[in-house]
């Protein structure tokens, strides 16, 4: 939990990307978890993959022992709509 914590001081979840597809990259519902995690969803599908691998590393940095440091993420976070749901 304190690493998932520390990871995730930007106010969004460390994303596990170490669940991969039979290719070894992202799985489909990538996007998905990206959203799910109030995270902007890349448009082009040459993005997605480098968002992917940068979550790769944070995963990694957060876990090494010892710990290292995060590198930023390539994803802001969502805009919240106007009537402030987030949906």
């Given at each position: ?25 992202p ?8 959203g ?33 440091p ?11 709509p ?6």
């Amino acid at each position: 939990m304190t690493l998932d914590r520390r990871a995730g001081a930007d106010g969004a979840p460390l994303l596990s990307a170490l669940v991969v597809d039979a290719r070894g990259g992202p799985v489909d519902f990538f996007r998905d978890v990206l959203g799910a995690a109030g995270l902007a969803v890349p448009r082009t599908e040459e993005a997605l993959p480098a968002i992917w691998r940068r979550e790769l590393e944070r995963a990694h940095a957060a876990h090494a022992r010892p710990p290292r440091p995060l590198p930023p993420r390539l994803v802001p976070r969502a805009p919240v709509p106007e009537d402030g749901i987030g949906r």
